[in-house]
């Protein structure tokens, strides 16, 4: 048998209850790892978070992201997916709140892909350093380069900042791109064996929060 989920839900006639029977082929602290204190999470009842840790200047985030994508257009209606911009020094700040100023203006779906694609593929290096670059980026995209300047210096996005640098320290990451599951487990390409393997980790780790009830 292959590292997958296999995952079976039998509905009773009268109690509408299920069952779950999931595969144990993963090991904590082979595949992924728990952390010590769960980390807060963004769920709604029956949801498991799936936060990925990542970095804009990091090649390998952005070689995943087509993967990320297929994936997330096949994930089950139980995954509560997120994205942190993780901060592993004070250079990796910048890219964390160029993220958060698209979130605030409401065009992280616009510039997330774009933004990865420029440094990667065009060799836009400065935008993880300079803000005067990412205000022309996002100039170039359609935001107004006052507008820009008023979010990138507000409270909202100084805050978000702050608090990616707590849950970047308290998951214990070592580098990127990383996954949390449900605040509690982490996993990466490392841990799991390769990237797909890492999707396979994931799916393991939700069905294993569904059927806890967490």
Not at 46 to 54: A, H, K, L, S, W
Not at 102 to 107: D, E, F, H, P, W
Not at 111 to 116: C, E, K, N, R
């Amino acid at each position: 048998m292959t590292k997958r989920l296999i995952t079976w839900m039998a509905a009773l006639a009268m109690g509408m209850m299920s069952i779950t029977v999931v595969a144990e082929d993963y090991m904590e602290g082979v595949e992924y790892t728990r952390i010590s204190k769960p980390l807060r999470t963004v769920t709604k009842p029956g949801t498991v978070e799936v936060r990925e840790y990542f970095w804009y200047g990091c090649p390998h985030c952005f070689r995943i992201e087509p993967l990320v994508q297929r994936w997330l257009a096949t994930n089950p209606e139980n995954v509560n997916f997120q994205r942190l911009p993780a901060i592993l020094g004070e250079s990796w700040a910048q890219a964390a709140q160029a993220f958060y100023v698209a979130a605030l203006l409401g065009v992280l779906e616009k510039i997330h892909p774009t933004l990865f694609e420029a440094i990667h593929l065009q060799g836009q290096k400065s935008l993880v350093k300079d803000d005067l670059a990412l205000e022309l980026f996002f100039e170039e995209h359609g935001v107004n380069p006052d507008q820009f300047r008023k979010v990138w210096n507000s409270f909202g996005v100084r805050s978000r900042v702050k608090q990616a640098v707590r849950m970047t320290r308290r998951s214990g990451i070592k580098g990127v791109p990383s996954v949390v599951v449900n605040g509690k487990y982490v996993t990466d390409p490392g841990l799991a064996g390769g990237v797909e393997e890492m999707f396979q980790v994931i799916e393991y780790l939700v069905a294993k929060e569904m059927a806890s009830g967490s």
